[in-house]
């Protein structure tokens, strides 16, 4: 079996699984936002039912429009809390001890290896970077796992992606993922667990590696997942690890030499639409976004900051930089990398979703381009129908916004000698 | 359920499953029919509801942004019971089931395409929107072309050019939610 196939099997009391098969899973976290969550509590109130399935394996997360942002999200809001005091849901995250549900849950140890995690919300396949089983699900389905602590999954197929070759500097997860989805397209894993593994992905840093899963659902990918490791291990030590068994059978293998790989970018409206950034030098740029939790994290605020440290912003660009988490946000304060922020001329702003899903805080206006480094470029995004979202790393986000344009880092000046490579930094967290 | 259904889907042991139905069978309904209305391929949720309009769970205010994005007049001009015909991965993008919503409250009364994302697949079954899998429709099918639906046979009509296609087949796990009236839509305490 592979890796899915186990965890899902230990979930639903089978010595074994099969792709296709239906199941009805026990589910160990579920989650819901501002967003997803209102709905789902609508479901679950109709109901009548009187208690939740188990108040310290759901986790309610204000994160898209909060800061409330106007008198209907913060009636939402609201709702939320209200149903987290009612029905004495522990993990309720408030405006200012929270971020961003997929950057913030794996921080507080509250999702590991070998679980199955469902959440309302499409990124919830970040966590399979832990060597979980997790997918992201609609509100009704919520309010269901909220109720029995059970969900009916169809045992996915598997894609094994390998990667091989050393990194070149400026390059990470979010290269490695837009380059695969540019490959295999936007519906190229629809239904299907995509395993990412080989020797790129053994020294890839585990933020790395979240970004890398965050992104799953970018192919239509049930869910994302990478067997638990030394790089696991040092992040989380709880859970059970699982890993695929060498006669597992996968529906087809993809194997990519990234070694020569550059950083990527994808071009409106589809993050399949992926070239190097080199090529794209012409793309004159309105504003910046580095965020969101696809790359919200400390390592890309540092790869950030090292690009931005003594620069200023192109005169003509906004820079919006959001930390993903409240923890992330004091470690980037302790660490001084607001302060380059701050005086490179870029707006930091408080945790939050908010522009990434054109929700605030960041909206484009008709015409307006956008490097941000999100995960979704469709037509609208992030605002106006008809402004322009690349998606690219922290890096090429940061580089762009000093340049005016879409840039490689190196064009900005590369680090001085002695000082470390990226990646080199990133395993070292 | 009876004893029987819940021992076919393999869920006989679970103490605290239970599904009730919201009363809306999307099978044993007359068939139905309406004005094919076209879009291509990756439709996504951002097109669909943009997220400008999440910060609401009304279905009225919903349906009238239905499709916004995608085509601005589409909320306007759709009539009760037009059918939306589309391409490959339909419904991609976000989990909102905001989506599947605005379409079913706009009033369209099925969508077929040549297939679906998977959340939207889930979120559609579970909010009693009809939903139908057929390549040969997708790619036939032209706008305005007037199409009848028989959702108990899977049979899809094509009035103006006289051509019928048989959508793919529900598995049978889903069958039975979908004969439960929509998935889960509510689960009682015991």
Redesign the interface.
Known sequence: MTITEKILAAHC?KSAVTPGE???ARVDFALGND??A??AI??FK??????V?NRAKIALVPD??TPN??V??AQ?CRKMAEFAKAYNIKYYFEQGRAGIEHVLLPEAGLVKPGDLII????H?CTYGALGAFSA??????L??VM????C?L?VPESIKFIYKGRLKKWVGGKDIILYTIGKIG??GA??KAMEFRGPTIKNLPMDDRFTMCNMA?EA?G?NGIIAPDGITDAYIKKGKCYSSDKSAVYFKTCEYDVSKLEPQVACPH?PSNVKPASRLRKINIDQSFIGSCTNGRLSDLRIAAKILKGKKVNSRVRLIVIPATQKIYLAALKEGLLEIFVKAGGAIETPTCGPC???HAGILAEGEVCVATTN?N????MGH?KSFVYLSNAAVAAASAVKGRIAHPEEVGTPQKGTPRPNKILQRL | MSRRTRQNIGINKEKNWKIYTRGVSLFGASPLKGKAHKFGNNVNTDEIIPARYLNTTDPKILGKHCMEDADSSFASKVKKGDIIVAGKNFGCGSSREHAPVAIKACGVSCVVAENFARIFYRNAINIGLPILESEAASKSIRASDLVKIDLNSGLIRNLNKNQQYKAQAFPKFMQKIIAAGGLMKCIKSQ
């Not at chain 1, 109709?46 to 208690?51: D, E, F, G, L, V």
């Not at chain 1, 992201?136 to 389905?141: A, E, I, K, P």
Request: proline letters at 3%; charged letters at 25%; zero cysteines.
């Open positions: 009391g239906f199941i009805n967003v997803t209102p709905f609508d479901e109709k109901a009548s039912i009187k208690r399935f898209h429009f942002k106007d209907a999200s939402q959440g309302a919300d499409s919830t992201g699900v609609g509100s009704t389905d309010a269901a109720a029995t602590g059970k009916w169809k936007v519906d629809v239904y659902i239509g049930k589809l899903l054109g929700g979704r469709f037509r609208g995004r129908p």
